[in-house]
């Protein structure tokens, strides 16, 4: 692959339960471990529909394609995990579907930190700080820029909150280990490494191009977005947020993008900074078993790219 392929590549990596997904340039690989050792692999061919292929071509609106479309192959590929988990268990097969039932309805805790729920989250997340912010400050002086910076704090405190108990489950903690493994692959890619646990290991697992970077910008760039509109009413402040949410998403992916093509320049690349903070949140240090998944499920794309 070229530079601007591998790019292309990596960008949709993300844990699912029990596994790892790639998104390729042609296709998506989703690589799971059973207990006997064995790797299976769920493979999905890309369908690149032209008007939607157009659309990511429009600066401000390819981000919000972008997240709609991750989200939809997140979720078929987060089902693929869950079924394998399940058969796994020796549930049987009448108990199957409501057991799933429940344990997506679980992993959906983590809505916030990736791109399967990432609309719903931020639809919330949007909601609440101003109803908080106005309860706690409304009446304590009348600059809406300071509400509006005191409101993105909130919306910081209690997004670092929810991850971090969030993190604390035994089954987040093993999605955020997978979510370290896919960063520490990509980095040994990209650093031209032979792809083996040993290599894989030597780094770290943060990375630039990642979901949570996307999501401290939305609050940054939704802070500096809101200043230039004026509200006279909690009601109309919320409903403000909320139509202004597709703009705050749009501007938020082409700052990502931006950042991330400075990440090599110094002074510039600490742009990136705060989405790396967060990281150290959504990542977990993975155990060499996991890696091996990770590693699977990239060569697997890789491979499968190179064919079709």
């Given at each position: 692959m070229s530079?601007?392929?591998?790019?292309?590549?990596?960008?949709?990596?993300?844990?699912?339960?029990?596994?790892?997904?790639?998104?390729?340039?042609?296709?998506?690989?989703?690589?799971?471990?059973?207990?006997?050792?064995?790797?299976?692999?769920?493979?999905?061919?890309?369908?690149?529909?032209?008007?939607?292929?157009?659309?990511?071509r429009i600066p401000l609106v390819r981000g919000i394609v972008g997240i709609v479309e991750a989200s939809a192959k997140g979720a078929q590929h987060l089902n693929f995990s869950a079924e394998v988990f399940a058969e796994e268990e020796g549930e049987p097969k009448e108990e199957q579907k409501e057991t799933l039932a429940?344990?997506?309805?679980?992993?959906?805790?983590?809505?916030?930190?990736?791109?399967?729920?990432f609309l719903f989250g931020k639809f919330v997340f949007t909601l609440i700080p101003?109803?908080?912010?106005?309860?706690?400050?409304?009446?304590?002086?009348?600059?809406?820029?300071?509400?509006?910076?005191?409101?993105?704090?909130?919306?910081?405190?209690?997004?670092?909150?929810?991850?971090?108990?969030?993190?604390?489950?035994?089954?987040?903690?093993?999605?955020?280990?997978?979510?370290g493994a896919e960063h520490k692959v990509i980095s040994a890619y990209e650093a031209g490494l032979e792809l083996t646990v040993a290599n894989v290991q030597k780094f770290n697992t943060l990375h630039y191009r990642c979901g949570s970077s996307f999501i401290v910008f939305t609050v940054l760039i939704g802070v500096v977005i809101y200043s230039f509109f004026q509200y006279d009413s909690l009601i109309e402040r919320v409903l403000l947020r909320l139509l202004l949410l597709p703009l705050v998403i749009g501007v938020s992916y082409e700052v990502l993008r931006f950042t991330n093509?400075?990440?090599?320049?110094?002074?510039?690349?600490?742009?990136?900074?705060?989405?790396?903070?967060?990281?150290?949140?959504?990542?977990k240090e993975p155990d060499d078993a996991q890696v091996e998944v990770s590693i699977a499920s990239f060569n697997r794309m890789r491979e499968l790219d190179r064919q079709m």
């Open positions: 530079d601007k392929q591998c790019q292309t590549a990596i960008y949709g990596g993300q844990a699912v339960i029990e596994g790892v997904m790639f998104a390729g340039q042609k296709v998506h690989v989703t690589a799971v471990r059973r207990k006997d050792n064995t790797i299976h692999y769920l493979e999905v061919p890309k369908k690149d529909i032209p008007w939607v292929q157009s659309l990511k429940g344990r997506l309805s679980m992993i959906l805790g983590v809505a916030v930190v990736g791109v399967l729920s101003p109803v908080i912010e106005d309860l706690l400050f409304g009446r304590m002086f009348q600059n809406q820029i300071g509400h509006n910076l005191i409101e993105g704090l909130i919306k910081i405190i209690l997004l670092v909150g929810y991850i971090y108990f969030i993190s604390l489950t035994p089954m987040i903690k093993r999605l955020f280990q997978y979510h093509s400075l990440r090599d320049v110094p002074v510039l690349r600490y742009l990136g900074y705060p989405g790396l903070w967060l990281q150290l949140l959504t990542t």
